[in-house]
């Protein structure tokens, strides 16, 4: 049996390493975000020979014509979004942009100083940007009225435009003393169906473990499939885990689905396990998908003809890939290093050769193997999995097993193995609470129970 | 060794490989300077009028 003890403490070491290492970064990051602002002045000022900062009330850069710098020379002021608007967040945290005014309240240019979010769902990011070129003081900023946001990442686009606008008017009414429209988005009420959906999912998706029926556990798994994967495009993943280990977080108001997923699954974990993994996970339910598909016509417990050493090595391979993500990311200090799994590519419907060609063969491979992407290669099924370890209920066996080996064959992710005693041996770490080895038992021998302090030891 | 556990290395190199390329891609565009940085502009322009050439409409060039 896998050392669990010293991979937590690995992965647990890896995530305080990396929080202490992020908040002693962040103040040279703030000493390279200066130099890049600096460089950015022209470009978003172009026709500014001088740059003048000033601190006084709103924090600004005052652009002038000639080196002078007289009042008469005045060309507009350029500001940085997170000087005037620093509770306005990105999925990954603080989005910093420079915005250069003109004298009449129109947007020169934006100039992207940094930011955290995920390349692959802000390819369009320049082509975003270029849009607001020209906007004024009298525009409205309505995300998909007056402006076309990034396809699947509404939190991004939604916090860029909500920042340029405050930022704009802000320096229009406050430096520039021009006469301003109210704030497009000011006041806006926080997405309900992204606090009640995932709790209604949820609650189907416990429902489903502690009852283990099939049903209903499908009922939450295309649920999932619908909400997270098809609609939002979003589920756990390693940049989550990546931006927790960062300390970065999206504001509530502007994410609560953020919080109700990484909440949800963090409570569930520890109360029964993989719940997420095992009845919400878009990506799974896909592969599940496919795997019941092609062995739709195979006997009732289909077996993997796969050595079982193999099998248990290859297991392994998610830590490695979990570390070779997180790393990166706590390393840079950006989340977006940890951004591998093909779930986005498959959700999103973009993505690199590379990430296509990763989703082509993990779904070749799930029509094989049960859940291939899950048992081998998840970042979030590692972490997930670890979590597990001190789950307050577990499936246990109790008294009166006969030896039968049911559970062993009916388990379709390999996480129970008999013992020298014939008796099954749960590995929790790999089990997704399916509940097949409680149905199938004809003792009912095996079932959810409260994880006792003796079995702690395990 | 089994045809299975063959195939199953072969897939699982493969996937294994494609995950570490992927997040070697996204490393790069961390590390990737930004575009203003990469282009030196004063020589492109030099370059440009070297040539003779002047831009037209934004994305084609003319001779002048």
Redesign the interface.
Known sequence: MKNYRAISLLFVTLFITGACFNLLRERDRQAADVK?IL??CP?VLPQAKEFIKETAGVPHYKAFKTSSATANDLLGAAVVTTDIAPEIRGYAGAIKLLVGVDLQGNISRLS?ISHSET??YVLEMDSFLEQFKGLNIHNSFQLGRDIDGITRATITSEAVARAVEKSLKQTADKVLNLKVAGMTMEGKSIPLEQILIPLLLFAVAVTGVVTHKTVIRWIALLGGLVYFGILKSTMVSAVQIANICLLKFPAFHQSPLWYMLIGLTLITSVFWGMVFCGSLCPFATVQELLYNIAHRKSKKFPK????RG?DQR?RD?KY??LT??LT?SVI?G?A?????EPFLTLFTLKG?K??W??LT??L??AI??FR??CK??CPVGACLGLITRISLFRIRLGQNCINCELCERACPTGAIQMNEQRLPVITHPECILCGKCIRYCPKETLNIRVFTKHEKGR | MKKEDKYFIILLGIVTLATGGVIAENVFSVLRPPLERRIDVAKVKKNIDAAGLIPHEARFWKEL
Do not use: C, E, R
């Open positions: 890049k460089a950015a470009v992207m390349p692959s993997s003809g796969l050595s193999l290859g391979v490695a890939v070779l993500g990166p840079l950006n977006s290093a940890a951004s591998m690199t590379l990430a060609g990763l063969f993990t070749i491979a094989f193997h291939f992407w081998y290669l």
